[in-house]
């Protein structure tokens, strides 16, 4: 069953701008995590924040989580035309590595020169 | 090179043959798992295996099966194959004991079914 919703679908930028996307999911979660897809192509790993952290950072990538809302956001700052790619927020929750994650649909940027 | 494979990455098959798509790591992860994707719909889990010989249904198990005798190979089968399985297919892992949880996906294998 879909867990995380990405908010907005599409997304369009000029390089150097900032890009946000939404994740809002309705469970309880041990974790959320990123994930980037260039096209037709397997997903990447980004980042994982764990239910007890309200904010990570990695490079260029900034995670927050809201467990009271329910939701997490992706920041990607000064992006570059190599970020355009789907994004799909995941959740995770289960408290043992052997649970399985959900992923919402994605949100697709698309970041012009 | 720590990596998931998939092949075939593309397959055209008809209606009703048996086809199987393999997958296999080299991270010795106890964790895998087949997801397919659609536009609109996302990743959709399709079954997953905790360990060798342990496997259980995802969301959308119907038409498929899988196995997992080796620790590094879980292959998806389709025993009769329908147009609605037409699909983008990818394979997964993680480890467990590293306790990092973060799934390693295939490149994905992109069938019509027709």
């Known amino acids: 069953s879909q867990q995380g919703e990405e908010d907005p679908q599409a997304l369009s930028i000029q390089e150097g701008e900032n890009a946000t996307m939404n994740c809002s999911y309705k469970?309880?979660?041990?974790?959320l995590q990123w994930y980037r897809q260039n096209s037709g192509r397997g997903l990447v790993h980004l980042i994982l924040?764990?239910?007890?952290?309200r904010e990570k950072h990695s490079g260029r990538l900034r995670v927050t989580l809201d467990t009271s809302k329910k939701s997490s956001s992706l920041l990607i700052t000064a992006s570059r035309a190599a970020d355009t790619a789907s994004y799909f927020c995941a959740t995770d929750g289960g408290n043992s590595g052997y649970s399985t994650l959900t992923f919402g649909k994605g949100t697709m940027l698309l970041v012009s020169p | 090179e720590a990596q998931v494979t998939q092949n075939p990455r593309y397959l055209i098959t008809v209606t009703g043959k048996k086809l199987t798509v393999t997958c296999s790591q080299n991270?010795?992860?106890?964790?895998m798992s087949w997801y397919r994707q659609d536009p609109g719909l996302g990743l959709r889990q399709i079954y997953y295996s905790m360990n060798v010989e342990v496997t259980d249904k995802g969301d959308v198990p119907e038409g498929y099966k899988v196995s997992r005798k080796e620790k590094r190979n879980f292959p998806l089968i389709l025993e009769s194959p329908s147009p609605n399985q037409t699909s983008l297919y990818f394979c997964?892992?993680?480890?467990?004991?590293?306790?990092?949880?973060?799934?390693?996906f295939g490149p994905g294998t992109r069938l019509t079914v027709t």
């Open positions: 991270m010795n992860h106890e964790y």
């Open positions: 469970t309880s979660i041990n974790n």
């Open positions: 924040i764990r239910s007890n952290e």
């Open positions: 997964a892992s993680k480890g467990i004991r590293t306790r990092h949880y973060e799934q390693y």
